[in-house]
């Protein structure tokens, strides 16, 4: 079985341009959330999407938004990058709502912003 | 609060010897706690979980304690292998739809 689908691997742009990152759960998995992870931290929460409604969000400025499909993929969107930005993008996703229900990361976007 | 260092401690153990990783979490609300090893260019994977109306929980050569009095969590590695060699976060959740990581411990496994 598949697990988290991540696209893309990596990634470079430009300060003030915008990026897409995608995200396919594993089949059945209902609810995706998003990370951020800079080089040398843990990962931080971003946003929570589950039934294609957001269920939570992170300490994020509005630059950062999110959706999810009705095939329960979604997308992470970023505006105006900054070079703070630049960090390893994680996408997780659960059958239910609640991180016990089978939460499962995939590898990753590394952003890398110039 | 959840800002972390640059600089990641490192433990270095010898293969075969047992593994200890400590994380403390400051959220007395968190029920519920997950450690994750991370490797180079991966995403974190599941290693053992634990509830707060637990104390120890064991897997395959890992065992989990969690004291809550002192809001510790510790991570024991049974015979460390080469294989072992990776980032170890604590996570925790008192919400239930997110997860608060630690700073994360690097595991340097010597020959």
Redesign the interface.
């Given at each position: 079985d598949a697990g988290v689908t991540q696209s893309p691997t990596h990634l470079i742009k430009t300060r003030g341009q915008h990026v897409t990152l995608r995200c396919s759960p594993i089949s059945g998995h209902k609810s995706v959330s998003w990370y951020q992870q800079v080089l040398g931290q843990g990962p931080q929460f971003i946003f929570q999407y589950y039934e294609k409604e957001e269920r939570g969000r992170g300490n994020f400025p509005d630059r950062f938004s999110a959706r999810q499909f009705p095939n329960y993929s979604s997308e992470l969107n970023v505006n105006a990058l900054l070079l703070g930005d630049s960090a390893l993008y994680l996408c997780a996703s659960s059958l239910g709502q609640k991180v016990n229900y089978g939460y499962t990361f995939g590898s990753g976007t590394r952003l890398t912003v110039v | 609060g959840?800002s972390?260092?640059?600089?990641?401690p490192t433990l270095s153990v010898q293969e075969g010897d047992n593994s200890i990783i400590n994380c403390a979490y400051s959220n007395s609300a968190s029920d519920?706690f997950?450690w994750?090893k991370q490797e180079s260019?991966?995403?974190?994977?599941?290693i053992i979980?634990i509830r707060s109306n637990m104390d120890k929980r064991q897997g395959q050569r890992v065992t989990v304690l969690l004291n809550k009095t002192v809001k510790h969590l510790s991570l024991q590695i049974a015979a460390t292998q080469p294989g072992d060699s990776a980032v170890y976060?604590c996570?925790e959740?008192a919400?239930?739809?997110?997860?608060?990581?630690?700073?994360?411990t690097r595991v340097l496994v010597k020959p």
């Open positions: - | 959840e972390v260092g640059l600089h990641l519920y997950i994750y260019g991966k995403g974190p994977q599941f979980d976060f996570a959740t919400a239930g739809n997110k997860l608060t990581f630690g700073g994360g």
